[in-house]
Structure formats: C-alpha cells, structure tokens
C-alpha cells in the first residue's frame, strides 16, 4: 500500500506550511489566507485542494477553511519545528559551542520554547558582566530557583540578601554545597533553611554551570565543550515558554537531589 501522506510539507517558508500556520489562529475565508498570503486566488485554491485531498484541511459551511484533526497535529509539530530553527540559528555559536549534555533529551526537544532568549555578555573590562545583570534582576523576583555546579561569585547574596525576602530553593553539588556553607557561615545557613529557603544537594555533578529560573525570568550559563565554565555569557529569557521550561529543567535536577538538614 502506498503512502497517502505523501505530501511535501517542509518546515521554512512554503505555501502549503504557510497555509497551514495561518490557519492555526483559527478558521478563514479564502478571501482573508489570500491577504495573509499574498498570493493570487488560483495558486492558493491549487494548494488548498492538495491539503484537503490529504486530509489536513476541510472548508466548513460557510466557506471557512479551518484544521482536522490531523491538520492540527501536523501544524503543531511544524511550529515546533520553525521554533527550533529559529532558536539555533539566532544565537548558532552559543548552542554550536557550549555543553548541552546537562538538558534532558525531552527539554532539547523543546529547546523551540527558548526561541525568545538572548545573550547577555561580557566585556573585556567586566567579564561578569552577566552574571551580575542575573544578580540585578534576582533583585525584583519573588521566586528563586538555581541550580549550580560551580562556586558563583556572592554566594553570599543567595543565603542572606534574597533569602529574607524571597521564596528559594537552591540546588548545589557535592563539590559546591560545602564551600558554599563555609562562605555564608552554617549558622547563617541554618538560619534560613527555617525561612523561605530550601537547600538541596545532588550528588552526581551535573555540570550544568548556573542556572537560574524565577517567576520573571531564566538564565542559563553553561560549560564550553572544552570543560572551562564561561561566566562571561548567559542565555536569558522572559518569555513564558521559556520560563515553563525552565522550571521544567529546574523540576528535573530537583527529582533527583535530596534535602539538606542542618538542624
């Protein structure tokens, strides 16, 4: 039996994918996916009767083009699709260089949800430039999640600035934890673990560099392929599909680390 979906569909810019997009808003006239377009009536009636011939478009009473079922599905993936491309291709060098052994195959899946982000960097006179614009920006955020694998700069901040005044939980490795309580004082520590911070330790280094997810924002510095963490680089978003996936990436450390108990 031959395949019946043997339709070219590509992600990119062609019609039929165009098509396809435009109708995930919802059901149109012919005379509205003309304007939205821009091609004549003829060519657009051509690739409309291909799509309904394979069942991913049906025109409805009124004369409305609208998705199936399998229509949506197939649309979905293509936006996914475009989402990813435009991701890596807006910042190539930074997913080209950078470890991304520490994201779950099913967040690099997603890595689409991140295609809002952009690259805080630093300069030959600050090179921590980005870290401390993530520092500026914890300032204003009412939950704090991060998961570091490395000693940040100011660790003290986390466990005495923000954890007054902020819901937190932290998740350290093994290598971190102990000079990270040395840092701040175990007292200190202990002070506010009985506060709004929560304290985990995962025992596998994931090498995952900092990240850092709040309610209004996402940073995520990585290790280069080479080993070397660059804190001279940070990938951040507002955006809320990057945000729901960092607290995805966040939720993933936090089910495999276990709770620190000071008392």
Avoid at 53 to 71: S, V
Wanted: glycine share 4%.
């Amino acid at each position: 039996m031959g395949n019946r979906y043997n339709i070219s569909i590509t992600p990119g810019s062609n019609l039929r994918t165009d098509a396809l997009i435009h109708l995930a808003e919802g059901k149109k006239p012919l005379d509205a996916l003309r304007t939205d377009l821009n091609v004549s009536s003829t060519t657009l009636l051509h690739t409309l009767r291909e799509l309904e011939e394979y069942k991913l478009i049906f025109e409805d009473a009124e004369r409305n083009y609208a998705l199936t079922n399998n229509g949506k599905i197939v649309t979905r993936n293509l936006i996914a699709f475009n989402d990813t491309i435009e991701t890596l291709h807006t910042y190539e060098s930074f997913w080209l260089t950078y470890d991304l052994s520490p994201i779950p195959d099913y967040l690099l899946d997603k890595i689409g949800w991140l295609k809002d982000s952009y690259i805080i960097s630093g300069t030959p006179a600050n090179v921590l430039n980005a870290y401390s614009t993530v520092v500026k920006l914890l300032q204003d955020a009412k939950k704090i999640m991060v998961v570091s694998s490395i000693l940040v700069p100011d660790v003290t901040l986390l466990f005495d600035t923000f954890a007054t005044e902020k819901d937190m939980r932290v998740i350290l490795t093994e290598e971190v934890l102990h000079p990270s309580i040395e840092a701040v004082g175990q007292e200190r520590i202990r002070q506010v673990l009985k506060e709004n911070v929560k304290l985990y330790i995962v025992r596998q280094n994931p090498k995952i560099g900092v990240f850092t997810v709040t309610d209004y924002f996402i940073s995520l510095g990585l290790y280069r392929l080479g080993g070397t963490f660059d804190f001279s680089s940070h990938l951040m978003s507002c955006s809320k599909t990057a945000i729901d996936w960092g607290l995805a990436l966040f939720d993933h450390y936090a089910e495999r680390a276990e709770r620190v108990d000071l008392s």
